[in-house]
């Protein structure tokens, strides 16, 4: 079966750091993405990565392991705007994409 | 900046009718999608669409789906009679997919409820 696992919820203190883990099993990959959702709004995108390494963005980089099928968004200096679900999603071999159930990140002033 | 738009943004219905969402991806998009989230719930693939065909479905779109591109524009889901578990937020999104870039974008969703 297909599954993409990532932690319910996590919380983090304004300013800080946090990183969210995401691991996958998928039929076939074609590359991982990391979107945001605020409750009741669409998905919107944070990161792409196909090739294992680091891709930064600002506050935000996103890390792809495809050998260990890992990835971790890392957040830094966080805002309470941050205070969101964080969904990792993988497009498998059929380019469909399989999407984890979402880590809610709860900021803290 | 372009954006992905859906009509309408709340859907009632009652069980075993017929509805149709509505979508206008970014225009110089060429694949399509539809997603639903039933609340709390992870967002699940629905169905892609590229060069005026689906290119793969998920298990979730029997024939009670179907999608068409009736215009330049529109994108629609059809679901043809309606059950009381069909109750989801229903999202569209379009990408280039494009060498560098497979950013799926979008849209603001449509609530269906079912009752």
């Known amino acids: 079966g297909q599954n993409i696992d990532q932690p319910t919820e996590m919380t983090a203190t304004e300013g800080a750091i946090v990183q969210i883990n995401c691991t996958y099993q998928?039929?076939?990959?074609?590359?991982l993405f990391w979107y945001q959702q605020h409750a009741g709004e669409a998905p919107t995108f944070l990161s792409y990565n196909v090739l294992d390494g680091l891709e930064e963005k600002g506050r935000f980089s996103s890390f792809l392991s495809r050998s260990k099928g890992y990835s971790y968004l890392l957040l830094k200096e966080l805002q309470m705007k941050d205070s969101a679900s964080y969904l990792c999603?993988?497009?498998?071999?059929?380019?469909?994409?399989?999407w984890g159930a979402g880590t809610k990140l709860i900021i803290k002033p | 900046e372009p954006e992905v738009t859906q009509t309408p943004s709340h859907q009632v219905t009652q069980m075993g009718q017929e509805v149709i969402l509505r979508c206008v991806p970014i225009s110089n998009h060429l694949y399509f999608y539809w997603y639903r989230q039933i609340l709390g719930q992870k967002v699940e693939f629905l169905v892609s669409f590229y060069n005026n065909e689906i290119s793969e479905k998920s298990e979730i779109f029997d024939d009670q789906f179907s999608v068409e591109r009736p215009d330049g524009s529109n994108f629609t889901l059809k679901i043809r009679s309606t059950k009381l578990e069909d109750s989801a937020m229903y999202f569209c999104?379009?990408?280039?997919?494009?060498?560098?870039?497979?950013?799926?974008?979008f849209g603001p969703g449509t609530r269906l409820t079912v009752t």
């Open positions: 998928t039929s076939g990959f074609n590359g």
């Open positions: 999603a993988v497009e498998n071999s059929n380019y469909q994409l399989i």
């Open positions: 999104a379009s990408s280039p997919r494009g060498e560098s870039t497979y950013e799926q974008y």
